[in-house]
């Protein structure tokens, strides 16, 4: 199994921690994807950013749409977490 360095929960700090600490507030902890990222707080927060843009903001698909095509997707790219 494939190991990836990550920044743990306790020894998060800056970016890291706030980006640990909203996804524990919103989603009741941090998701496996924004640890793997960790190591470089910068792009984890654009790729949140990006992601937040394209999934949670208003655009041409409604809301259960983009969510049925992120499924699709994962399930073609045999990603299923």
Do not use: W
């Not at 902890?29 to 640890?35: E, L, M």
């Not at 984890?44 to 843009?53: D, E, G, L, N, R």
């Not at 983009?66 to 790219?77: D, F």
């Amino acid at each position: 199994m494939p190991y990836i360095r990550i920044v743990e929960e306790h020894e998060a700090e800056g970016r890291v921690k706030a980006a640990y600490d909203a996804g524990r507030q919103r989603a009741g902890g941090v998701a496996n994807i924004i640890k793997m990222m960790s190591l470089d707080a910068r792009s984890m927060q654009a790729s949140m950013q990006f992601y937040v843009s394209l999934m949670k903001s208003p655009n041409a698909l409604a809301p259960d749409k983009r969510e049925m095509l992120a499924t699709v997707v994962s399930g073609v790219n045999g990603c299923y977490y």
